[in-house]
């Protein structure tokens, strides 16, 4: 079980580094996955620190560090060239013991000062582990590079070497009093090697579990989740693209990599496909620009996982389709347009209603006048008596009554204006109504047989979002390098398709009822 054993060596790895566990974390992660880090940070928060923890994870390690600067040389790096061989034999070679090729774990301060030479090496060393001493290539034996910075690569010809970093990490002083004060009390030797022997990773498991990691399933519902994360991505650099800000770059070396990083972690948590969960480690490589995009593409990430994880399993869109379309044949089949005659108010100049006797009882009646009210004016005293206008003559002026309602009774409208009603004058006028038919036992039959298959998928799918569920519970509660509280936005789509599956079936009920109930 190597989950197990990781956790007891990330406890021990982590042990007085106060808030740098996630840091410690992803760096075994990033060297098991065969890949490089990079630590962004201020002076002073443990970022070399957490490279010296990293060499005591494995079976005697050695390590290099070296802090750049602008005149440092491949030979500070790299060794020195051989006088040797190069007088004895003619032969341009660098002495590489004890030198960053002769290294298992590898720490570089200050990278972005590393002159041209320096990173063109670099370059292969990260990507493909090689380096050229003379006319031979060696195969670095290098696990793990963390590379170090309190600033971005802000110039040209950078972007090659930032490139190779697959995790980009944020680390800032200690946040907690409590955790600070535990610090700066605390007086054991934090460099002290306090790895067993037995915890520790041996050259043999290291490639054996390298070749394992290969071999980690990548189901659709990942890769699905992996182009929507894409296209969230190109989004926001058109978003960019309009404020002239920097565009997010993605390269597709870096999408492979970031799959075996995320299979990396599904071998570590003793699984043999990776899992949605995995899939919250992405927000650390695919910020780009500056530290403030970190808060910016972990919502990202969040987001798609929230909208989208799980989509592929479950994919309720053709059932929903289903039910629109036996819902509209039910429609079609149980009801009919008739033409029913009913009396209805009479319409002068397409908007105005007649009050029959309302201007004889005015001040307007001896003008010979009729009095009028607007077609809206009068429908809308249905819900609510208000302060109305009543125009008399056609084109005439209003005056406005206090309360005025209408009142509705078959083939009848009246409206009562300063209590006392008054008859709207009406016509007689055909009209469409909607009326129910009872379809063939034979519909039914077939309708029913339809709704019990739709209500078969709905099923079906229930049973794997309860699946989903249980295998999310076990995996968000002990990841070794996702926290917990990402959990709720996996949990978020899978609840809310498991409510979306609920109206369904409750759809599916009221449709059954509607072509049952007609009598």
């Given at each position: 079980?190597?989950?197990?054993?990781?956790?007891?060596?990330?406890?021990?790895?982590?042990?007085?580094?106060?808030?740098?566990?996630?840091?410690?974390?992803?760096?075994?992660?990033?060297?098991?996955?065969?890949?490089?880090?990079?630590?962004?940070?201020?002076?002073?928060?443990?970022?070399?620190?957490?490279?010296?923890?990293?060499?005591?994870?494995?079976?005697?390690?050695?390590?290099?560090?070296?802090?750049?600067?602008?005149?440092?040389?491949?030979?500070?790096?790299?060794?020195?060239?051989?006088?040797?061989?190069?007088?004895?034999?003619?032969?341009y070679e660098r002495i590489t013991r004890n030198y960053l090729p002769d290294a298992d774990i590898v720490f570089l301060d200050e990278i972005w000062k590393a002159?041209?030479?320096?990173?063109?090496?670099?370059?292969?060393?990260?990507?493909?582990?090689?380096?050229?001493?003379?006319?031979?290539?060696?195969?670095?034996?290098?696990?793990?590079?963390?590379?170090?910075?309190?600033?971005?690569?802000?110039?040209?010809?950078?972007?090659?070497?930032?490139?190779r970093f697959i995790i980009r990490l944020f680390i800032q002083g200690i946040q907690d009093s409590e955790a600070f004060e535990r610090m700066i009390v605390e007086s054991h030797d934090l460099y002290q090697d306090r790895v067993p022997d037995e915890l520790k990773i041996t050259d043999a498991e290291y490639k054996a579990w390298g070749k394992k990691i290969g071999t980690i399933r990548v189901p659709e519902e990942v890769i699905h989740l992996i182009h929507i994360i894409r296209r969230k991505v190109s989004i926001k650099n058109m978003e960019r693209q309009e404020t002239e800000q920097e565009r997010i770059y993605i390269s597709d070396r870096r999408w492979k990599k970031i799959v075996r990083l995320l299979r990396?972690?599904?071998?570590?948590?003793?699984?043999?496909?990776?899992?949605?969960?995995?899939?919250?480690?992405?927000?650390?490589?695919?910020?780009?620009?500056?530290?403030?995009?970190?808060?910016?593409?972990?919502?990202?990430?969040?987001?798609?996982?929230?909208?989208?994880?799980?989509?592929?399993?479950?994919?309720?869109?053709?059932?929903?389709?289903?039910?629109?379309?036996?819902?509209?044949?039910?429609?079609?089949?149980?009801?009919e347009k008739?033409?029913?005659?009913?009396?209805?108010?009479?319409?002068?100049?397409?908007?105005?209603?007649?009050?029959?006797?309302?201007?004889?009882?005015?001040?307007?009646?001896?003008?010979?006048?009729?009095?009028?009210?607007?077609?809206?004016?009068?429908?809308?005293?249905?819900?609510?008596?208000?302060?109305?206008?009543?125009?008399?003559?056609?084109?005439?002026?209003?005056?406005?009554?206090?309360?005025?309602?209408?009142?509705?009774?078959?083939?009848?409208?009246?409206?009562?204006?300063?209590?006392?009603?008054?008859?709207?004058?009406?016509?007689?006028?055909?009209?469409?109504?909607l009326k129910s038919r009872k379809p063939s036992k034979t519909k039914q039959e077939q309708w029913n047989h339809i709704i019990g298959k739709l209500d078969e998928c709905c099923c079906q799918r229930l049973n794997l979002i309860t699946e989903y569920i249980q295998k999310a519970e076990a995996h968000a509660s002990s990841h070794l390098f996702v926290s917990d509280n990402f959990s709720q936005f996996l949990f978020a789509n899978l609840h809310s398709n498991s409510r979306q599956i609920d109206c369904m079936r409750l759809e599916m009920e009221k449709i059954r009822n509607r072509y049952e109930s007609i009598v």
């Open positions: 079980m190597i989950k197990k054993r990781m956790e007891k060596l990330l406890d021990i790895l982590s042990s007085g580094l106060h808030e740098k566990s996630e840091a410690i974390r992803l760096a075994l992660l990033s060297s098991l996955a065969g890949e490089s880090i990079f630590l962004l940070g201020p002076p002073g928060v443990a970022k070399s620190l957490i490279a010296r923890r990293l060499k005591h994870a494995y079976q005697n390690a050695v390590s290099f560090e070296y802090l750049m600067g602008r005149f440092s040389t491949p030979d500070e790096i790299f060794g020195p060239i051989s006088i040797k061989r190069l007088k004895d034999e003619d032969r002159s041209p030479a320096i990173q063109n090496s670099l370059l292969t060393a990260l990507n493909e582990k090689l380096f050229r001493n003379g006319q031979q290539e060696i195969q670095l034996k290098i696990k793990g590079i963390i590379a170090a910075s309190n600033e971005l690569p802000e110039h040209e010809g950078l972007e090659a070497l930032w490139d990396t972690a599904a071998f570590l948590n003793d699984r043999d496909s990776v899992d949605i969960m995995d899939c919250f480690l992405i927000s650390h490589c695919i910020w780009n620009n500056n530290h403030y995009e970190i808060q910016e593409m972990s919502r990202l990430v969040s987001d798609a996982i929230e909208q989208h994880a799980y989509q592929q399993g479950i994919d309720l869109q053709p059932v929903q389709a289903k039910l629109h379309q036996l819902e509209k044949e039910v429609d079609d089949e149980i009801t008739v033409d029913v005659l009913l009396h209805l108010p009479k319409k002068y100049n397409n908007n105005l209603y007649k009050i029959m006797g309302f201007a004889e009882d005015s001040d307007r009646g001896d003008n010979g006048l009729q009095a009028f009210i607007e077609k809206e004016t009068f429908e809308s005293l249905q819900a609510k008596p208000r302060k109305s206008p009543v125009y008399f003559g056609a084109h005439g002026s209003a005056m406005k009554y206090k309360k005025a309602y209408s009142i509705r009774k078959e083939n009848e409208c009246h409206i009562m204006i300063k209590d006392k009603i008054y008859p709207i004058e009406t016509e007689w006028r055909a009209k469409k109504q």
